[in-house]
């Protein structure tokens, strides 16, 4: 789930792009390509793009539902249900909480990295760009979130 507020930032392009894209990069980097994609709820509120989408994603047996709306209550979490436990992560609070056996840091929020991701992230970038770095995410990641993303929202 990721929701913001109506803003009028990024109104040139639909939700899917603007927001889902990030979920779908890290569904991507966790279990690669889907096998399919059945979109709905595809519907334009205040803008002339998609402002609120939902999608199914299907990776084997495992099925993955996300949703962005930027007409909505501000929200970014996963919830992570496995036959033993649910986990579920707030990533606006940087909270973890969960009843599987696995080991999780519920504390992961204070980790310096965490913190600011944005600042996180733009520091891997920069130095990406000036030392050689490795990104946090390819070319060829964004590129098939992309691919992903439009096809949630019918394109070839």
Avoid: Q
């Amino acid at each position: 789930i990721r929701n913001s507020p109506r803003a009028t930032r990024n109104l040139d392009t639909s939700i899917v792009m603007d927001m889902m894209i990030h979920d779908l990069d890290l569904l991507g980097w966790l279990f690669g390509a889907p096998d399919w994609i059945s979109a709905e709820r595809m519907k334009s509120v205040y803008s002339e793009h998609v402002d609120t989408a939902r999608a199914e994603l299907g990776y084997g047996d495992m099925t993955a539902y996300v949703s962005a709306s930027r007409d909505a209550a501000a929200e970014r979490r996963w919830i992570l249900t496995y036959a033993n436990g649910t986990v579920e992560i707030d990533f606006a609070a940087k909270t973890l909480r969960h009843d599987t056996p696995f080991d999780l840091d519920p504390h992961f929020g204070s980790d310096p990295s965490v913190e600011d991701s944005l600042a996180t992230a733009f520091d891997r970038f920069v130095r990406a760009c000036l030392d050689g770095d490795a990104p946090l995410a390819s070319g060829e990641d964004g590129l098939a979130a992309g691919r992903v993303a439009a096809a949630i929202e019918g394109h070839p």
